[in-house]
């Protein structure tokens, strides 16, 4: 059974960081491509970035040069650094693998 939790969300000001984490079970983490998406309230769920078990990565335009993905094997850990926070950034996000979700962490920016 995979699980996945997400943290480090929170509140942030624009023009701030914060950095997510996603650490997963019940999979073989290594093989596996890994993604973030985020949803904004009253909006559909947004894909944002994505890195390949080869650690290539692909970013949404929306957040591209500001947000990195990274990934740690040793550690079943995905991350998400978020630099220059956007008002519009505020979401929950969340990284799922294949079919599995979970709970998301709230990220809200605001001065």
């Known amino acids: 059974q995979v699980q996945l939790v997400e943290s480090g969300g929170g509140l942030a000001q624009p023009g701030g960081t914060l950095r997510l984490s996603c650490v997963a079970s019940?999979?073989?983490?290594?093989?596996?491509?890994l993604e973030w998406y985020r949803q904004a309230p009253g909006k559909e769920r947004d894909w944002i970035s994505s890195?390949?078990?080869?650690?290539?990565?692909a970013y949404a335009d929306s957040v591209k040069g500001r947000f990195t993905i990274s990934r740690d094997n040793a550690e079943n850990t995905v991350y998400l650094q978020m630099d220059n926070l956007k008002p519009e950034d505020t979401a929950v996000y969340s990284c799922p693998i294949g079919t599995s979700w979970g709970q998301g962490t709230q990220v809200t920016v605001s001065s």
């Open positions: 890195i390949t078990r080869n650690s290539y990565t």
């Open positions: 019940g999979i073989i983490f290594s093989i596996n491509n």
